[in-house]
């Protein structure tokens, strides 16, 4: 969920900086674009975001932006074989409630590599969804199948 949220922000970013390219020339109206030369980039890119909050929980399908409230994805396969965990998961039907809340705790751009980094808190999040799972944690099985919900309180992801 945390990444899903993490991949809208950057998408976010990414779209905000193309200033010579016709993209940004087709951004809706209320998408601030901040310039590649600015000093303060990190503060620019946060302003941004944050005018865009109010837009976040039905998403912005002119920019690719899927919907945060609920976040909907139909289907995760988890499988691993390391020493200490294997498991083999399938979770499907998920839907999350909270993730337009998220708080940025740092936000780190290097447009030389075009890449970032950042660590993003979510407060509160609600998630439902379906589970299977078969595997072993250290000597502990891990079995079962059935209906999740949880409530995950100040989850961070960086």
């Known amino acids: 969920m945390g ?20 993209t940004a020339k087709r951004l809706p109206n209320f998408v601030h674009v901040c310039k590649r030369s600015d000093p303060q980039l990190e503060k620019c890119l946060l302003q941004t975001i944050e005018s865009l909050r109010p837009e976040l929980p039905n998403g912005i399908p002119k920019m690719q932006i899927p919907a945060l409230e609920p976040m909907v994805i139909p289907m995760l396969a988890v499988n691993r074989n390391e020493d200490a965990l294997k498991v083999k998961a399938t979770i499907k039907d998920i839907q999350a409630w909270g993730g337009s809340k998220f708080v940025i705790n740092n936000l780190k751009v290097n447009l030389e590599k075009l890449n970032g980094e950042g660590t993003i808190l979510l407060p509160n999040l609600i998630v439902n969804c379906t589970y299977d799972i078969d595997g072993r944690l250290m000597v502990v099985p891990l079995q079962g199948q059935g209906i999740f919900r949880g409530n995950i309180s100040k989850s961070l992801r960086t």
């Open 3 to 22: 990444g899903q949220i993490f991949m809208s922000i950057a998408s976010i970013a990414l779209i905000v900086l193309q200033t010579q390219n016709t």
